[in-house]
């Protein structure tokens, strides 16, 4: 079945790191994502990895897939507030429909 | 290279009415995407639509939803009728025709109230 579960909320410190965890149910996805939503805006395309990797790191952002356990973390280096938002994660399924977790609310405290 | 666009951004209805959703994809996308996102959850697909073709409308509701991607111009999500439970934040997502068909880029939603 279609199913990714998030963690609801995350609060960190301002130059800490964050890992935001997902979990999710298909193993035929071929691409996973992460996505940032902040307060009434559309959703940003942060960063993604193709099933076959292990690992992908874009400055800040780390992505660690456990294909075996169906586990994507994002991790975000010296979390500043501004990267306070919702943070989505996705599966894509036979490379047309995304299917979404509900989000992970992430709180930056200064 | 402008972006997904929508309009409107808020849309405010009444129930019964009709209520119509504008999506220009991205320059050089011709893979449009419809999710619905109900206050305080994740967003849910709808429809996945090519130029004057529907491919996959799985999670369309089976009554008074409707959408089209002509040949010219925008696709557009149909509601008619609304009632309350419609409410809600509806996005277009485009990619491209060509390269990294499954990566998905987001408008800025159009937020539909129905009163």
């Known amino acids: 079945g279609e199913d990714v579960e998030q963690s609801l909320f995350l609060s960190v410190r301002e130059g800490d790191s964050s890992v935001i965890n997902c979990t999710y149910t298909?193993?035929?996805?071929?691409?996973l994502y992460w996505y940032k939503q902040e307060p009434g805006a559309g959703l940003q395309l942060l960063t993604y990895?193709?099933?076959?990797?292990d690992m992908k790191q874009d400055q800040r952002l780390t992505v660690l897939l456990n294909k075996k356990d169906k586990h994507l973390s994002l991790r975000i280096a010296d979390t500043q507030t501004g990267d306070s938002a919702i943070y989505f994660c996705?599966?894509?399924?036979?490379?047309?429909?995304?299917?979404f977790g509900a989000g992970t609310i992430l709180r930056v405290k200064s | 290279n402008a972006g997904v666009m929508q309009n409107p951004r808020h849309l405010v209805r009444r129930r019964g009415q009709e209520a119509r959703l504008r999506c220009s994809p991205m320059?050089?996308?011709?893979?449009v995407y419809w999710y619905r996102q109900l206050p305080e959850e994740g967003l849910k697909f709808m429809v996945y639509?090519?130029?004057?073709?529907?491919?996959?409308e799985s999670g369309m509701p089976k009554e008074r939803f409707s959408a089209e991607f002509p040949k010219e111009g925008p696709s557009i999500l149909r509601i008619q009728q609304v009632v309350r439970g419609d409410s809600a934040a509806y996005f277009c997502?485009?990619?491209?025709?060509?390269?990294?068909?499954?990566?998905?880029?987001f408008g800025p939603g159009t937020r539909l109230l129905v009163l």
């Open positions: 997502a485009s990619s491209p025709e060509q390269g990294r068909q499954e990566t998905q880029y």
């Open positions: 298909d193993s035929s996805s071929t691409y």
């Open positions: 990895i193709f099933s076959n990797m």
């Open positions: 996705a599966e894509s399924l036979y490379g047309n429909k995304l299917v």
């Open positions: 320059k050089g996308h011709s893979h």
């Open positions: 639509l090519q130029k004057e073709n529907i491919i996959d």
